[in-house]
């Protein structure tokens, strides 16, 4: 297992949208060993609830999804999931704004922050390491965050989705703002 290097904003592979995989891809040794390696670089590095392909390189459809409790959001439920060609196949009703940001912009621990409107619920179709399909509606953070992760693989970033730009702030500044920590 090894730490794959981030790409930073500015680099056209986050603007790039990814080659989805095909079967014999997905259950090869190569694609094993860098979801492997994404899911660690996610947990080890601290990087948050998910990581996309091109933030790590590779301009192929595939995020890690790691959701679990913190202190500022004690309900979070536990999430650990392998997409791979995800899809967002439907979108319920209205838009909740949450607090996002992505290591993608520069200090993993002082990056941008903003509210983001996103979908409050949407169904998603993809496939896992295993090369096994689902599909299942998300709510909640975790639907929030596949909708900031799918978009990374469109290569679409969230402050495409920033509606209220003055919201704008750093992440070392909202904690100071707004967690009493
Ligand atoms: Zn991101």
Redesign the pocket.
């Known amino acids: 297992m090894r730490i794959l290097r981030r790409t930073q904003f500015g680099n056209p592979i986050l603007r790039q949208p990814t080659r989805e995989l095909s079967h014999e891809e997905i259950v090869s040794t190569k694609v094993k060993d860098f979801v492997v390696n994404m899911r660690y670089t996610l947990e080890s590095k601290g990087y948050?609830v998910?990581?996309?392909a091109p933030?790590v390189g590779k301009a192929v459809a595939i995020t890690v999804i790691g959701i679990k409790p913190t202190p500022s959001r004690p309900d979070n439920p536990v999430i650990n999931l392998v997409l791979i060609n995800p899809k967002i196949i439907k979108k319920y009703g209205s838009k909740k704004t949450m607090w996002e940001?992505?290591?993608?912009?520069g200090d993993t621990k002082n990056f941008p922050y903003a509210q983001v409107p996103r979908y409050k619920k949407i169904r998603v179709q993809w496939i896992d390491e295993m090369a096994k399909t689902h599909e299942e509606d998300f709510e909640g953070i975790t639907a929030h965050v596949l909708q900031?992760?799918i978009?990374?693989l469109n290569g679409v970033?969230?402050v495409d989705r920033v509606k209220d730009t003055k919201s704008y702030i750093t992440i070392a500044e909202y904690k100071k703002r707004f967690l009493k920590s």
């Open positions: 948050g998910g990581l996309a933030q940001g992505c290591i993608s912009f900031h992760e978009d990374h970033l969230f």
